[in-house]
């Protein structure tokens, strides 16, 4: 099952901004003991309007579609 996990505000260096949301894969590793129990999987990020996003560093994103670097806006 997929999680949001966070949600921010990144802008490129021309000011325009964007609303970035990673999502979380979640993993059963369910067991008669923890049947709900589960392991954080692979991440994703998208844009709010749905495009791919790249991670470069924890501040740093390249949307993929236009190319555009972004930057997290503290």
């Known amino acids: 099952m997929e999680r ?15 609303t970035i949301i990673a999502y979380q894969n979640m993993i059963s ?3 008669f003991d923890s049947p709900r129990a589960e392991v954080p999987g692979m991440k994703r990020l998208v844009t709010l ?4 996003v790249n991670y470069i560093d924890p501040k740093t994103f390249k949307i993929v579609v236009t ?8």
Do not use: C, P, W
Request: proline share 0%.
């Open 49 to 52: 309007e749905g495009l791919a």
């Open 4 to 18: 949001e996990i966070e949600r921010f505000h990144a802008r490129t260096d021309s000011g325009k901004q964007y």
């Open 29 to 31: 590793v369910a067991t």
């Open 67 to 74: 190319n555009e670097i972004v930057r997290k806006v503290a």
